[in-house]
T-cell receptor, first 118, second 113 residues
């Protein structure tokens, strides 16, 4: 149980284009999903909290107009990197709690999306 | 001060020995604590969660929590080469499903044959 599916696994795009990453909870409903970014040899940095049916909550320093998050259903959240630049190249990972409203539930992660912007 | 601190390592441990990984956190209101393992190029996978002071054992893994000292540790007994990975300590604060989980920078563990 508690499977989070993320697509695509990797993507290469040209500078200035937009890329959409999908995150699905396959066997549970997730009112909240979390998007992390990880640069090489660094830890996971929380970018934003995605809330079903409402606006995402962004962490300080994360541009909401650049990283568009949509959480239209209880099983799907999307992250769109708009006007991507080489410095956006990173490993993007989504996650969700499988325990419903339980704050004690751990996060389960998707397999991540490696974005390379040329 | 970082919210969750770990020694970056690398920590080198001989096969069959006990590996000890440590983590400290700054927010006294933290409620939930997790250890994740991350292989290079992969996403993290949950090893253990702990919520109360004391020890919690699961197979070769033992998590220890001391809220007064704001300290969490993970012991790996009978270390295997497959345990070589980066271990991430994660801490959650709050009482809602939207409470954030903050990760430490990770400790790189290497098990030498």
């Amino acid at each position: 149980g508690a499977v989070v599916s993320q697509h695509p696994s990797w993507v290469i795009c040209k500078s200035g284009t937009s890329v959409k990453i999908e995150c699905r909870s396959l066997d549970f409903q997730a009112t909240t999903m979390f998007w992390y970014r990880q640069f090489p040899k660094q830890s996971l940095m929380l970018m934003a909290t995605s809330n079903e049916g409402s606006k995402a909550t962004y962490e300080q320093g994360v541009e909401k107009d650049k990283f568009l998050i949509n959480h239209a259903s209880l099983t799907l959240s999307t992250l769109t990197v708009t006007s991507a630049h080489p410095e956006d190249s990173s490993f993007y990972i989504c996650s969700a709690r499988a325990g419903g409203s339980s704050y004690n539930s751990p996060l389960h992660f998707g397999n991540g999306t490696r974005l390379t912007v040329t | 001060q970082k919210e969750v601190e770990q020694n970056s390592g690398p920590l080198s441990v001989p096969e069959g020995a006990i590996a000890s990984l440590n983590c400290t956190y700054s927010d006294r209101g933290s409620q939930s604590f997790f250890w994740y393992r991350q292989y290079s190029g992969k996403s993290p996978e949950l090893i253990m969660s702990i919520y109360s002071n004391g020890d919690k054992e699961d197979g070769r893994f033992t998590a220890q929590l001391n809220k007064a000292s704001q300290y969490v540790s993970l012991l790996i007994r009978d270390s295997q080469p497959s345990d070589s990975a980066t271990y991430l300590c994660a801490v959650a604060t709050g009482y809602s499903s939207a409470s954030k989980i903050i990760f430490g920078s990770g400790t790189r563990l290497s098990i030498r044959p």
